[in-house]
């Protein structure tokens, strides 16, 4: 069988470097999308770096173009991997926030897939979709990186049908929390970017933010392995599932998300310490 390509987003470090080098490992010809063209430590050699920004469109172009010249325009599989998480209340949250957490996670990972879907129906190819299980399941501050991955589901449905009949198979996996840097990257972003509303709002909020951080921070994150591994599976089952869950963490939140919404409110804000006291000056 000849080599087989894959293109991984967001593959400086973190799911993407990880899986990277596993599929490089089992002798795929990967191209590592990276931010900045310096990102490629974590990468081993024999794997293509290519710069890939998804709120740029002229990268993604660029990105595509080497491809197809380096491989006869054949692609046999991307994994849209790259996100970010925005963290935050609905109502303090900035719009620009709003607005980059769809961009990098909903409309870069449309750009993308765009930009090498025919490289894709050429080989009858595969597209895997990096979700989360927040998209099944929401908790207070999670809002913008939950609605992100909600709507990524949602084209992935509709991807998944419109490629069928083409022959290009396209699969969600939906990890829960896994040992990665970005948590503390979405801190640090939140603390430039600030909240808007006046002083008043924002200390309404404080508190509630502050419990939501200690929930995450105190959480139990699995090692990089155990979503690589599906990542794999989805990439070469003979017939890859249409989601797949990641870690036991998800599994959980995927049986909660189908107890009945006032119930499982009460159960989230119970386990994370939420209550009328928690809001105020
Ligand atoms: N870790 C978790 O608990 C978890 C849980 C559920 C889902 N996920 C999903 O898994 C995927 C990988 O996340 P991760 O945990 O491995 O985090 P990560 O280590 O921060 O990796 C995310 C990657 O995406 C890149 N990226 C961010 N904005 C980008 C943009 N505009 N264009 C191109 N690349 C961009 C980042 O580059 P920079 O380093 O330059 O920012 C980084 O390489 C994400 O889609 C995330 O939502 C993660």
């Given at each position: 069988?000849?080599?087989?390509?894959?293109?991984?987003?967001?593959a400086?470090?973190?799911?993407?470097?990880?899986?990277?080098?596993?599929?490089?490992?089992?002798?795929?010809?990967?191209?590592?999308?990276?931010?900045?063209?310096?990102?490629?430590?974590?990468?081993?050699?024999?794997?293509?770096?290519?710069?890939?920004?998804?709120?740029?469109e002229?990268?993604?172009?660029?990105?595509?173009?080497?491809?197809?010249?380096?491989?006869?325009?054949?692609?046999?599989?991307?994994?849209?991997?790259?996100?970010?998480?925005?963290e935050?209340p609905?109502?303090?949250v900035?719009?620009?926030?709003?607005?980059?957490?769809?961009?990098?996670?909903?409309?870069?990972?449309?750009?993308?897939?765009?930009a090498?879907?025919?490289?894709?129906?050429?080989?009858?190819?595969?597209?895997?979709?990096?979700?989360?299980?927040?998209?099944?399941?929401?908790?207070?501050?999670?809002?913008?990186i939950?609605?992100s991955?909600?709507?990524?589901?949602?084209?992935?449905?509709?991807?998944?049908?419109?490629?069928?009949?083409?022959?290009?198979?396209?699969?969600?996996?939906?990890?829960?929390?896994?040992?990665?840097?970005?948590?503390?990257?979405?801190?640090?972003?939140?603390?430039?970017?600030?909240?808007?509303?006046?002083?008043?709002?924002?200390?309404?909020?404080?508190?509630?933010?502050?419990?939501?951080?200690?929930?995450?921070?105190?959480?139990?994150?699995?090692?990089?392995?155990?979503?690589?591994?599906?990542?794999?599976?989805?990439?070469?089952?003979?017939?890859?599932?249409?989601?797949?869950?990641?870690?036991?963490?998800?599994?959980?939140?995927?049986?909660?998300?189908?107890?009945?919404?006032?119930?499982?409110?009460?159960?989230?804000?119970?386990?994370?310490?939420?209550?009328?006291?928690?809001?105020?000056?």
């Open positions: 069988m000849s080599t087989r390509t894959v293109l991984i987003t967001g400086a470090g973190g799911i993407g470097g990880a899986a990277a080098r596993r599929l490089h490992d089992l002798g795929w010809e990967v191209y590592a999308g990276v931010r900045r063209a310096s990102d490629t430590s974590a990468l081993p050699a024999g794997v293509h770096p290519l710069v890939i920004d998804l709120i740029d002229e990268t993604l172009d660029a990105a595509a173009k080497e491809i197809a010249a380096r491989t006869g325009g054949r692609l046999d599989a991307l994994v849209n991997n790259a996100g970010v998480i925005v935050g609905v109502e303090t900035p719009l620009e926030e709003w607005r980059r957490q769809f961009d990098v996670n909903v409309i870069g990972q449309v750009a993308m897939t765009q090498v879907l025919p490289m894709l129906r050429t080989t009858g190819g595969r597209v895997v979709n990096i979700g989360a299980v927040s998209s099944r399941m929401c908790a207070p501050t999670f809002g913008p939950a609605a991955k909600a709507a990524l589901a949602s084209v992935t449905e509709a991807l998944r049908m419109e490629m069928r009949p083409l022959g290009v198979r396209v699969s969600l996996v939906e990890p829960g929390a896994v040992q990665t840097e970005i948590f503390a990257k979405a801190g640090a972003a939140a603390r430039i970017a600030g909240w808007r509303g006046d002083p008043e709002t924002q200390r309404l909020y404080r508190g509630v933010a502050e419990k939501m951080g200690e929930f995450v921070d105190n959480g139990s994150r699995a090692p990089v392995d155990g979503i690589v591994k599906t990542i794999v599976k989805a990439l070469t089952a003979r017939r890859p599932a249409a989601v797949y869950l990641s870690g036991r963490d998800a599994r959980i939140m995927a049986a909660l998300a189908k107890v009945p919404g006032r119930t499982r409110d009460r159960l989230v804000l119970r386990t994370a310490g939420v209550g009328a006291e928690t809001y105020g000056p």
